[in-house]
């Protein structure tokens, strides 16, 4: 029975992943992810411990957001 959790969920994780990549993503969606993920070994690094690796990664997204955002608004939209 266990098996068969395991598997239904990750059936339904890896259908959600690959909905997910339906679609290009936009600058702030990436400027977000990849923050996070700058923001979090940053964080890390610096102050050491998971507060330290929770609020850079938190930092990281927003700033990320922010500069994928304003790159997205100077792009003209495309088809």
Do not use: W
């Not at 050491?48 to 792009?75: C, N």
């Amino acid at each position: 029975m266990k098996i068969r959790h395991i598997l239904l969920a990750t059936t339904c994780t890896a259908a959600l992943a690959l909905g997910g990549c339906a679609s290009n993503p936009s600058n702030a969606q990436v400027g977000t992810g990849v923050g996070a993920v700058v923001g979090g070994v940053a964080g890390n690094a610096i102050f050491g411990g998971p507060v330290g690796t929770i609020g850079g990664a938190a930092a990281g997204a927003l700033v990320g957001h922010e500069i994928g955002e304003d790159r997205d608004q100077r792009r003209p939209y495309r088809r």
